[in-house]
């Protein structure tokens, strides 16, 4: 294929994204049963998405309807999503499948006919699949990636050794197929069926532990330290408040990655909090000394699994470590709930404050789904894939290393 009928197959794709008289037509209206190819992700009927979620095989947070919903109507630079959307063969209502999506042109800046899972505001794009149909869900996506005109379809951040791999595996080599890793990292994870104490010892040691209490002790000296978790309406909308301002307060507000830098990310982080909280996904946690909260955290909830949003904290109580005294609450906050059996930090690798005191792992790639047997156009995708990222990781190490020089941090 040409490099021209590459660019023509890709706006095809953009033209079902963005064009399509449902996308005009469908602002809060349901499409029901869903459409061969894209659909705009606002007219997925919530009730169907709200199942599906309830009885996904594996879980994702950042994919919940309250969540996603508010990203796409509000979020700086994510709004405008479509969704593959996967329903059962028989065409009794309902969805078995969901992953929103974009182009690879918005995705990446490169006009590829391939489809890639949408960010969430959140690092984790494993779709939603029923647990019951699982293998069915993961090939009725790639069946309306393939309606859509796309030659791949490209799971961002992907959860390597999870349930959905395992049904996108199983419907690949029906085919004979199979998956693509682009690249691949470890994050931290909390086992949560563990004794909190046993693991923060083991993990941190007892002469660090000892100089947490230190500090600790010395928080206290400006008031009770106190740990809290809201979820109640009334609370929610004021606690996520507080996250923001204390987010916009340290160095995310300097290199103006805070939240509360934009009207619409902050516009989407209020709605996201309120909504989920409302449906019992979201819990704010903060950590206080008297009167004074020094770090707050935005928890999302999914099935058996929880998910560490954004941490804020107050820098000048840096010397006490609040960001790293909020985590410890929150370990025995989570440990000591039976609802919740992991937590994924949705952290970078190597992060320096979650690492050392969650020393369990998730697996985490960027995976190319090919969608036909022997295309040609899939080695030009990952090849293409592969030279942006050699390119751009390079800069993007020197980039985050004058940031750590300019704003003071290790």
């Known amino acids: 294929m040409s490099v021209f009928e590459m660019g023509k197959t890709a706006q095809t794709i953009r033209r079902d ?10 602002t809060h209206r349901a499409v029901q049963p869903y459409q061969a190819g894209l659909a705009p992700l606002e007219a997925i009927a919530p009730e169907h998405w709200r199942t599906l979620a309830d009885h996904a095989v594996e879980p994702n947070g950042y994919y919940l309807a309250e969540w996603e919903l508010a990203v796409n109507g509000c979020a700086e630079g994510r709004t405008g999503a479509s969704a593959l959307a996967a329903a059962p063969r028989d065409e009794s ?18 006009p590829l006919p391939a489809l890639v899972s949408a960010d969430p505001y959140g690092t984790l794009g494993t779709p939603l699949l029923s647990r019951d149909m699982a293998e069915e869900a993961a090939a009725g996506l790639m069946r309306q990636a393939r309606a859509a005109g796309a030659r791949a379809l490209i799971l961002r951040d992907m959860t390597l050794d999870g349930a959905a791999m395992v049904a996108f595996n199983a419907a690949l080599s029906r085919g004979g197929l199979k998956p693509h890793i682009l690249h691949r990292h470890a994050r931290a994870m909390l086992d949560a069926t563990r004794d909190a104490e046993t693991l923060l010892r083991e993990a941190l040691g007892s002469k660090k532990l000892k100089e947490l ?42 290199r103006g990655t805070a939240l509360a830098r934009s009207d619409g990310d902050a516009a989407f982080a209020r709605r996201a909090v309120r909504d989920a909280a409302a449906r019992g996904h979201c819990e704010i946690v903060t950590l206080s000394a008297g009167e004074t909260p020094v770090a707050s955290a935005v928890v999302l909830r999914h099935l058996d699994r929880a998910f560490y949003f954004k941490l804020g904290v107050d820098e000048r109580f840096a010397r006490y470590s609040p960001g790293v005294q909020l985590t410890l609450e929150l370990t025995r906050h989570l440990c000591a709930d039976p609802a919740i059996a992991t937590v994924d930090s949705t952290a970078a690798p190597g992060h320096p404050m979650i690492d050392p005191i969650w020393r369990d792992r998730l697996a985490i790639g960027d995976v190319l789904i090919p969608l036909r047997p022997r295309d040609p156009m899939v080695a030009i995708i990952r090849h293409a894939l592969a030279l942006r990222w050699r390119i751009r990781a390079p800069a993007r190490h020197v980039l985050q290393f004058i940031r750590k020089i300019r704003e003071g941090r290790p």
Do not use: C, M
Request: net charge positive; no cysteine; hydrophobic share 40%.
């Open 17 to 26: 994204v963005s064009e399509t008289p449902a996308r005009k037509a469908a």
């Open 93 to 110: 209502p309902g969805l078995i499948g969901l992953l929103p999506v974009v182009t690879t042109r918005r995705a990446y800046g490169l």
């Open 213 to 254: 209490r230190r500090q600790r002790n010395r928080l206290a000296d400006h008031g009770d330290v106190v740990f809290t978790s809201v979820t109640a309406p009334d609370e929610i909308e004021r606690a996520v408040e507080t996250f923001l301002t204390l987010e916009a307060s340290g160095w995310k507000g300097r």
